[in-house]
């Protein structure tokens, strides 16, 4: 039988170091979160790792347990999605010479 490697997400819809910053400052444990929520434990913790991404209803829900606005939870993008905002946004720096 071969073993099946678990992978990371290429895309995460939260900052996994937030939604754990988060969750501590409100006091809640990762069990106490994800009842609220409506997980399990475990993907809860797959969400603080990284491991998992969290859905956007789910992160909706996760904001509102830690009555915390979402923008602080999200992933921050400074890239389009096919990754060339930085050749667009130096395209204009380099016309103007």
Same mark, same amino acid.
């Given at each position: 039988?071969? !073993?099946?490697?678990?992978?990371?997400?290429?895309?995460?819809?939260?900052?996994?170091?937030?939604?754990?910053?988060?969750?501590?400052?409100? =006091?809640?444990?990762?069990?106490?979160?994800? +009842?609220?929520? =409506?997980?399990?434990?475990?993907?809860?913790? *797959?969400?603080?790792?990284?491991?998992? !991404? /969290?859905?956007?209803?789910?992160?909706?829900?996760? /904001?509102?347990?830690?009555?915390?606005?979402?923008?602080?939870? *999200?992933?921050?993008?400074?890239? +389009?999605?096919? =990754?060339?905002? =930085?050749?667009?946004?130096?395209?204009? /720096?380099?016309?103007? *010479?």
């Amino acid at each position: 039988m071969t !073993s099946r490697t678990r992978t990371r997400p290429s895309r995460l819809h939260q900052e996994p170091e937030a939604v754990t910053w988060a969750r501590v400052k409100s =006091g809640l444990t990762k069990r106490a979160l994800a +009842d609220l929520v =409506g997980i399990s434990e475990q993907l809860m913790g *797959e969400i603080e790792s990284g491991w998992r !991404s /969290a859905t956007p209803a789910n992160l909706t829900k996760i /904001a509102e347990a830690l009555n915390c606005p979402i923008v602080v939870l *999200e992933r921050k993008r400074c890239a +389009d999605a096919d =990754g060339t905002a =930085g050749a667009a946004a130096a395209a204009p /720096a380099a016309a103007a *010479e």
